[in-house]
Nanobody, 126 residues
Framework: QLQLVESGGGLVQPGGSLRLSCAASGFTLAYYAIGWFRQAPGKEREGVSCISSSGVSTNSVDSVKGRFTISRDNAKNTVYLQMNSLKPEDTATYYC???????????????????WGKGTLVTVSS
C-alpha cells in the first residue's frame, strides 16, 4: 500500500528551525518528483517546495526562498524540508505529496496530486 508519512512538526519560537521528514512506503520514491505543501488555518493550501527525482532541481515559492531547503535521500525513501528563520506566518499543517510522472517545476504546485500524506503541524509562536 502506497503511503506518505510526515513527521517533525511541533511548536517553535520565531526565528527557530525545524526539519520535517516525509517517509514513503509501498513505492520507490526515487522515481518521482515530490513536493511540500502547507495549509494555514482558514486559508487555502499552497505549494512550498518541490524537488526532482534526482534531487538536482528544486523550486520554492518566494515566501520561503532563502529560509527553507528541500532535500531527499532516495536510499532512505525520504524527503526533508529544513525550515530556518521561521515566522508566525509559517504556522500551518505541512503535507508532502506526489504527482506521478510530473517534473518539479513551478507548475507542480498547481497540479492535482496523486498521493498525499496526512500532514504534520508546525506552530511558530512565542
Amino acid at each position: 500500500q502506497l503511503q506518505l508519512v510526515e513527521s517533525g512538526g511541533g511548536l517553535v519560537q520565531p526565528g527557530g528551525s525545524l526539519r520535517l521528514s516525509c517517509a514513503a512506503s509501498g513505492f520507490t520514491l526515487a522515481y518521482y518528483a515530490i513536493g511540500w505543501f502547507r495549509q494555514a488555518p482558514g486559508k487555502e493550501r499552497e505549494g512550498v517546495s518541490c524537488i526532482s527525482s534526482s534531487g538536482v532541481s528544486t523550486n520554492s515559492v518566494d515566501s520561503v526562498k532563502g529560509r527553507f531547503t528541500i532535500s531527499r535521500d532516495n536510499a532512505k525513501n525520504t524527503v526533508y524540508l529544513q525550515m530556518n528563520s521561521l515566522k508566525p506566518e509559517d504556522t500551518a499543517t505541512y503535507y508532502c505529496a506526489v504527482r506521478i510522472s510530473a517534473p518539479c517545476s513551478r507548475n507542480y504546485f498547481t497540479l492535482s496530486m496523486d498521493y498525499w500524506g496526512k500532514g504534520t503541524l508546525v506552530t511558530v509562536s512565542s
